[in-house]
């Protein structure tokens, strides 16, 4: 299946994806090569085009534009960042799986990690226009839906009455991760953005 498509079928019917995805051979590399990697791209690009060309409204300054190189390391490591939480994400569900009375299964694991964040980077495209950003946090909302939905669709093996405390559980250690991700792109950034003027 073609990105478009996969992209186009997990956000309009993604409880119907889901069973499609579960029975599809592939591995963490082409996921990552094939789909979270490019897709990642689109909030990346869009912070980048946000900060340096259109700029952003900061309180008592009013508009301020980055500088292209402070804006270029932002969506960088910002871009890591993103890869890095999807794959600390599907390790965190396949390694909790034991747990829940659920199959381990990397690439299934890491398949809900992937696909349940394909809403939150299609969203990403609002951090372009600074008064949508906060926008773009109603794909990340629904992007959890999608993993709820893909943690139902019993990629993982999870008996019924164990799915949402798997499901919860799992949210609550990607948060803290995605938090702790954060604070040091924010720390790099900080870095960054002092030593360059």
Do not use: C
Request: proline share 4%; aromatic share 14%; charged share 10%.
């Amino acid at each position: 299946m073609d990105i478009v498509s996969r992209v186009q079928a997990i956000l309009l019917k993604p409880k119907e994806e889901w069973i499609a995805i579960k029975d599809e051979s592939s591995s963490i590399s082409e996921l990552f090569t094939s789909y979270a990697m490019i897709l990642s791209a689109i909030p990346a690009l869009s912070q980048f085009i946000g900060l340096a060309i259109i700029g952003q409204h900061i309180p008592f300054r009013g508009m301020v534009r980055y500088g292209f190189g402070t804006a270029f390391f932002y969506a960088i490591f910002s871009y890591i960042a993103t890869l890095l939480t999807a794959y600390v994400l599907g390790i965190i569900i396949n390694a909790l799986a034991p747990s829940f009375s659920s199959k381990q299964d990397p690439v299934n694991a890491m398949k809900l990690s992937v696909y349940s964040m394909t809403a939150a980077w299609v969203a990403g495209i609002l951090y372009i226009i600074p008064v949508l950003r906060m926008l773009a946090w109603l794909g990340f909302l629904y992007g959890l839906y999608i993993l709820y939905l893909g943690f139902a669709a019993e990629l993982m093996e999870t008996p019924k009455d164990k799915l949402l405390t798997y499901f919860v559980v799992s949210l609550v250690v990607a948060i803290a991760v995605t938090i702790v991700l954060n604070l040091i792109l924010g720390a790099i950034f900080l870095v960054g953005a002092v030593s360059s003027v």
